[in-house]
């Protein structure tokens, strides 16, 4: 027969079974997490109308996305979330009730140049609150806290929640007449953290038409150091001479006042003035997240506060507030730093069942017994001698064996074999359920992502 | 602004939040059950290279699949979960430990006629047991199992588990010297159900070969009736005469003897002579499994033993046994029938607090204290009227809400209102928490299908 090779695309994450146990416990914390904050889970399909897609339309999109006939028809894989939620919302608006919560893990394809750490198919984790012409600000301060959340069930420790609200910048950039370039200066003070503060300056005098002396100003602003209660101070120096400005500090603070009841401690949590975010569409509330000890990964959770989210579907307004998290890049990053936990279960199943006898009824019958008490049970049924047997499981990483030889069934017991201590203890059915179960929970305890 | 009308394609399935929560559901027990059997879970990428999908050719696959170019590449969208799990089995050989169980439940996608109830985008739920050379008849005996227990466990009582195994009926046409037609003739009894005994005599005359005699024949042995037992009593009096036959009839005495041991009862199970299964790549055991009061549905859970994984990829001999489930079109179905039960909870939250102050620090101490426990909790900030806000509750069909104003706030308690009843208590945040930990543990121990 003539063989075709097998092999995956270069650019997608085909993960082998330990890595993909570890970020399965990954995806369920996130939905877990997403749940306990009232999101509601959605899923909307791989493909769209090309003309859906990109109603929006333009620019670095156009070019990497999947787009291809099908019968008449201009289709396209998605590209992010948040084009389908829009649509989603449009479609269903007088069916949905508001403010809307939802949060959606899904995958997303992007057909960008292939190099290390960059995918072509990768999962986004989005959450949205969709509000139907207002929402309070209430749902920005909510944030944090679910990122911190998030991160700290995922074993984080060593992350900040950086903080900004594009209202002050807007109205700061407005006291410096830079209105019309408010824009453009948001672009390139975001490039602040990669490329510092002498080329910030350069690119603002060069490309944004702003003169030495405001951009002093805005690099004397933007970095000004302190805690978040300082900078809080530092901006109350500014009030009463914009509107604009006026309520995004009213907002930062309300933002910044909630955290201890949010449950997000002071050191996860940083107003940052640099943090503009490159997206247009962001009016408020802006966040990014950092781990402390790999700046150089950049942001691992971002968004903000956007005024329409469907404005190219509807003329209804609708403003709302979202965090997206590239999961399969996070993922990369974990393994590629040594993160991820090895203490964390990633064998298929937490018992395998050794039979030593070829009729099989007593072996079955505790599987089925110790299923029942949710473990997770392999019933091992090959024939192969006894040491390829206890390989098997050992391979796998199955941290219990058990053996039920002629004389355990006659007397009722088993034999339990703890393949990390090498430990062995005839039990009853009961009493070996209740040893495992016990075992299997502490050892499920253990967060998926280990700090070095 | 110019606007584009949002819609999702026909033959996609994006579902309205209370049906999505049904189908979360779906999938976790699902994703539970399978764990619990000692599956792993496993994700492949949607995009494969066209030749890799495709290696096995032809046929209706090759019109109804996704295909497009991106760059100088051939691609295309995976059609089912079985050829990327060849591929993986193929490409990761060395790196996996035999026998390999895995579960996969991801989209696929076939641009099939849209027509009701078909869909173009929809679930898969795959396992799999694959051999490295040989595969223990045990594998077989226990899909019964898992298919009880995932239907079992999603609520349905009322259907049936039929098996059969393609060893019998090779060796029973050997011994009517049809082993050339055996294919055509497999093909066509597996039509009986559809097109009755009298359009398969027909079709076993005039497109299989087969002589009157040899039909009438073939039509008395797979229709013959009885429990398991008197079928296999049945099989019994044609031992002896065909090496094939004798082995398949040991293997479904085996796959029948475990039964009750695995915890299937009797009359979930049935030994079904007519179960052919169109594929042509089943060798041993296969199943099919039908709701008992919705014959018209057709098998919601199908598979068999299969002897070569991967042979369009690699020499290596790779036996297997698996079951699918289409989950799209099975969630479909059980909606049109009414099946879906409403007592599961499909709000997005179990809580939600109406803060009735507008210093909110009591609110969200208490909101991160329930969420801390477990429970799902919404914190409601916009400003609208108290009617509004209890109007929001009912709509979501959000089980409890909770008061706090400012007598709450001050004598340390809040006011829990049961939706449901009407009933409003007021208590101490930590008996708020207890109440509500067991009302909702109670309310999510429902399954989501209800039968009628």
């Not at 594009?166 to 200066?185: I, M, P, S, Y």
């Not at 003035?273 to 408020?284: E, F, N, P, S, V």
């Not at 079955?364 to 029942?372: F, V």
Request: glycine share 8%; proline share 4%; with cysteine.
């Amino acid at each position: 027969m003539e063989r075709v090779k097998p092999r995956t695309l270069s650019g997608f994450m085909e993960l082998l079974p330990p890595k993909q146990a570890q970020m399965e416990k990954l995806l369920s914390v996130l939905r877990e997490t997403y749940a306990r904050y009232g999101f509601t889970p959605l899923d909307t399909p791989a493909i769209e109308a090309s003309e859906v897609l990109l109603a929006k339309g333009g620019g670095e999109t156009e070019k990497q996305i999947y787009r291809f006939n099908k019968g008449d028809h201009d289709l396209a894989l998605r590209f992010d979330l948040t084009v389908p939620l829009a649509k989603y919302v449009a479609l269903n608006y007088g069916q949905l009730t508001f403010p809307f919560r939802r949060y959606q893990i899904g995958k997303v394809w992007r057909g960008e140049r292939a190099q290390r750490g960059r995918f072509r198919e990768f999962y986004q984790a989005d959450i949205d609150v969709i509000g139907d012409g207002a929402l309070d600000i209430l749902n920005e301060a909510e944030i944090p806290a679910i990122i911190y959340q998030t991160f700290t069930r995922l074993g984080l420790k060593r992350f900040r929640i950086r903080v900004n609200n594009r209202k002050v910048l807007n109205g700061f950039f407005a006291l410096l007449g830079l209105t019309e370039r408010a824009q453009d200066v948001m672009r390139t003070i975001d490039k602040l953290d990669k490329i510092g503060p002498d080329k910030v300056r350069e690119l603002l005098l060069s490309e944004c038409g702003v003169d030495e002396t405001a951009a002093d100003e805005i690099l004397r602003f933007i970095t000004v150091a302190g805690t978040s209660a300082e900078k809080l101070q530092f901006l109350e120096g500014w009030r009463g001479r914009n509107e604009v400005f006026d309520l995004g500090l009213d907002e930062l603070r309300t933002v910044a006042a909630y955290l201890p009841e949010f449950g997000v401690p002071e050191e996860n949590f940083e107003i940052d003035l640099t943090i503009a975010r490159g997206l247009d569409y962001y009016t408020g509330t802006v966040y990014e997240t950092v781990m402390t000890d790999h700046p150089e990964i950049g942001s691992v959770c971002s968004g903000g506060r956007y005024d329409n989210l469907a404005e190219y579907y509807t003329n209804k307004a609708l403003p709302g507030v979202g965090i997206s998290i590239g999961l399969t890049r996070l993922f990369y990053v974990l393994q590629e730093q040594g993160m991820l936990s090895e203490d964390v279960l990633t064998a298929p199943a937490d018992v395998l069942i050794l039979p030593m006898t070829d009729e099989l009824s007593g072996a079955i019958a505790l599987a089925t017994k110790l299923r029942s008490a949710g473990l997770r049970v392999q019933l091992y049924g090959e024939k192969k001698k006894f040491k390829a047997k206890i390989a098997y499981a050992d391979k796998l990483a199955i941290p219990f064996v058990i053996f039920l030889g002629e004389d355990e069934l006659r007397e009722g017991k088993c034999s339990v074999k703890d393949m990390a201590t090498g430990e062995q203890q005839t039990l009853t059915a009961d009493e070996a359920e209740a040893m495992l179960t016990a075992a299997i929970a502490e050892k499920n305890a253990g967060a998926v992502i280990r700090e070095n």
